[in-house]
C-alpha cells in the first residue's frame, strides 16, 4: 500500500517554502503538509493569482506533494476562551480583543476551505479550541450544564464554518489533543455523536497525544477508523521518572525530569507496527504525516531519522493468509 510519508511544515517556520523543499527533499520526504501560519498564506491563495502556482511549481520542482493543509492556530482561535498567549495566534492588530479575535477566525477557518479548494486539496487539518478546557478537574466543581453549553457552544461556532467546508468539497480533521473539545476516546465520541456523524468532521490521528494520558492509540484508532481522514506519525516517550506527574510540573520540553516528552520517531513508546495494522485495516490510503517534536536531537537528524523509520513501517497488507498453503487436498 502506497502512502505519501510527509512532513508537516508547522514546524519548520522559520524556513522558507523553497529552503524547506529542498530540505524535506533531502531528507527524504515524499510531500509537505502545508500550515497555514507558516508556508500557505490563505489570503494570498484567495486574492493573488500568481500564489497558488509558485506554490505548486516550488513543491513539483522537488518533487513533493502536498495532500492537506493545516489550520491549527486559526482554528484553536475559535472557541477558546482568550488569554494573552491566543494573541499569538492572531493578526496582531487584534491583540487583547477576544470578540474580534473569534470573529476573524471564524472567517479565516472558512476561507482556508476556500483556499483548500482552490489549491486542490480536500483535507484541512487543524483545532477547534475549546470554552471549558480550563473546567477538566471539576474543581471548583464543574456541573454538567456547563460541560453541555461548552459542547453547545462549540457546536453553534463551527456548523456555519462546515457548512463552507461542505460548499467547497473539504473536510476538517481535528487533531484530538489537550485544550481541544475532544482530548480523549470520550470526549472524541461526544463530539462526533453532537454533530451527528457529519462526514465534514474526521479526525487527524496523532497517537502522541493519547498515549501519555493512558488512552490506548492502537485501540483509538481501530475504533474511529472510519472518521480518520489525516494521521500525524509523532512519538513520545514515557520517562522512569516517579517524582514527575503526568501534568507536566511546568517543566518544559526536553527537560528529562518530566514524566513524558515528545521524542523523534522511533525513540519513544508508541506501537506504530500496532497503528499501521490498523489503518491497513481500514484501507487508509492518505498521508503518513510525521509531525516532528523532539526538543532534545538536532532537528534535521530527528526528522532524517522520522522519515526512514516510518519509511520502513509503511507495510502493506498481506493479501493471503500465511497458513493458506497448509492443507492437504
Known amino acids: 500500500m502506497k502512502r505519501l510519508i510527509t512532513l508537516a511544515s508547522g514546524q519548520f517556520g ?20 502545508l500550515a497555514t501560519h507558516a508556508h500557505f498564506d490563505v489570503q494570498k491563495a484567495l486574492h493573488d493569482e500568481s500564489y ?18 493545516s489550520a491549527h492556530l486559526t482554528g484553536q482561535c475559535v472557541c477558546d476562551l482568550w488569554d494573552e498567549r491566543l494573541d499569538n495566534f492572531a493578526p496582531s492588530r487584534l491583540a487583547g480583543q477576544p470578540e474580534a479575535i473569534r470573529a476573524w477566525a471564524i472567517e479565516e477557518m472558512k476561507d482556508t476551505a476556500r483556499a483548500a479548494q482552490a489549491f486542490g486539496v480536500d483535507v484541512v487539518n487543524g483545532f477547534t479550541g475549546s470554552p471549558i478546557w480550563a473546567r477538566w478537574y471539576s474543581y471548583p466543581q464543574t456541573s ?19 457548512d463552507v467546508f461542505d460548499a467547497c468539497g473539504v473536510t476538517f480533521a481535528l487533531e484530538v489533543h489537550p485544550t ?54 509523532k512519538d513520545v516517550k514515557m520517562q522512569k521518572n516517579d517524582r514527575a506527574g503526568i501534568l507536566g510540573s511546568f517543566l518544559p520540553f526536553g527537560d528529562t525530569r518530566r514524566a513524558w516528552d515528545f521524542v523523534s520517531i522511533g525513540h519513544g513508546d508508541v506501537d506504530f507496527d500496532g497503528i499501521i495494522r490498523e489503518l491497513n485495516r481500514a484501507g ?45 487436498e
Open 52 to 69: 497558488i502556482p509558485y506554490v505548486q511549481q516550488t513543491l513539483a520542482k522537488y518533487g513533493l506533494a502536498c495532500r492537506a493543509i
Open 284 to 328: 487508509y490510503t492518505g498521508p503518513l504525516s510525521v509531525e516532528w517534536e523532539d526538543s532534545g536531537m538536532d532537528r534535521e537528524t530527528g526528522a532524517t531519522e522520522s522519515c526512514a523509520y516510518i519509511k520502513r513501517m509503511n507495510f502493506s497488507p498481506s493479501s493471503i493468509a500465511f497458513d493458506s498453503a497448509l492443507k492437504n
Open 180 to 233: 481541544e473539545i475532544a482530548f480523549d476516546y470520550y470526549t472524541t465520541e461526544r463530539l462526533l455523536e453532537l454533530f451527528e456523524y457529519r462526514p465534514t468532521l474526521g479526525l487527524n490521528y496523532d497517537p502522541s497525544h493519547l498515549l501519555w494520558q493512558g488512552v490506548d492509540e492502537v485501540g483509538f484508532v481501530r475504533d474511529f477508523a472510519q472518521r480518520v481522514y489525516h494521521v500525524h506519525m
Open 144 to 162: 454538567a450544564q456547563m460541560i453541555d453549553d461548552g459542547f453547545k457552544l462549540v457546536y453553534d461556532l463551527w456548523t456555519p464554518i462546515f
Open 14 to 33: 522559520d524556513l522558507g517554502l523553497e529552503e524547506l523543499c529542498a530540505l524535506a527533499q533531502k531528507m527524504g520526504y515524499d510531500g509537505l503538509e
